[in-house]
């Protein structure tokens, strides 16, 4: 396992035309958000004939078109998260994912709740989160491999993630810099130091490079973030990678610079599941 991440500083331009000294001084200026001094992610290459409001644009719309292609996928998930201001323990996680109808299966194989599996499907199966437990299980006070279901909006169940299962994989981040770009387009001067475009940089969990955007969130945008902060966002830039246009890599701060939000889907495989992969009686016999 690898250091924890942390904010990145870096930039190749903002979204705008002011020099990257000015972008820096303003990103100081904003209340309460704490630069990193060592950042984890290193600029490599920038399309210098490319706008950066541009190269946004262009990842944004990418990841929503290879969401578009995708049935499912499944792969290794990495997830640190600050829940209810209670920082989780790290957590390694096989993740399978079906886009339509939805429908999410965690496997929990690393220290931290070592087989704890749960997995729900859109109106299958009384159409309720089902759980095994791991020893320890702070879902319920029960021994290990008991079985129990419950409604998506149940606290046993909220209490363990920081965003819905029905938000699982990746569409929580695509739909929100989607909803980003929006703002942007609709108000580009207002927004002009809402995004920069960090171009390629090497992080330490992948070997290839990523293309990277830098993220300032405003206060009271995001339910979850009510005093801001920041979100790095990392997309696989390889063609021939069946990730190709997705975010593999997303960091988030609070207004402090405190993480709140790590995850990493590795080795990601397209997959075409079928109601069978996530019946819980078929899973949980295994």
């Not at 490599?44 to 644009?57: C, D, G, L, Q, R």
Request: aromatic content about 8%; proline content about 7%; some cysteine.
């Amino acid at each position: 396992m690898t250091d924890p991440p942390t904010s990145v500083a870096i930039s190749t331009n903002p979204l705008g035309t002011q020099s990257n000294a000015q972008s820096n001084n303003q990103l100081h200026a904003q209340p309460n958000i704490q630069p990193s001094l060592q950042p984890h992610a290193q600029p490599v290459a920038h399309v210098e004939s490319e706008n950066p409001h541009s190269a946004f644009k262009r990842l944004v719309r990418q990841s929503q078109e290879s969401l578009k292609k995708i049935d499912g996928f499944e792969c290794l998930l990495k997830r640190r998260e600050v829940i209810n201001d209670s920082k989780q323990p790290e957590e390694l996680i096989q993740f399978r994912f079906r886009k339509a109808p939805l429908a999410v299966h965690f496997k929990w194989i690393g220290q931290e709740a070592n087989g704890r599996e749960l997995v729900y499907a859109k109106g299958l199966f009384n159409d309720r989160a089902h759980i095994l437990t791991a020893k320890g299980d702070g879902f319920v006070l029960m021994p290990a491999k008991k079985r129990f279901d419950f409604a998506l909006d149940d606290s046993n169940i909220k209490s363990k993630s920081r965003y819905d299962l029905r938000e699982g994989g990746m569409m929580k981040s695509i739909d929100q810099l989607g909803r980003v770009l929006q703002e942007i387009e609709r108000d580009p001067k207002g927004n002009r130091e809402r995004v920069r475009y960090l171009g390629k940089v090497k992080r330490p969990e992948c070997a290839a490079l990523l293309e990277g955007v830098d993220e300032y969130i405003p206060p009271k945008w995001e339910p979850l973030l009510p005093k801001g902060g920041r979100r790095q966002t990392f997309f696989d830039c390889q063609p021939d990678s069946p990730s190709f246009g997705l975010p593999v890599v997303i960091v988030a701060h609070d207004h402090l610079g405190r993480e709140v939000e790590y995850y990493h889907f590795d080795r990601l495989k397209l997959t075409r599941f079928t109601d069978a992969d996530f019946d819980p009686d078929r899973l949980f016999k295994k």
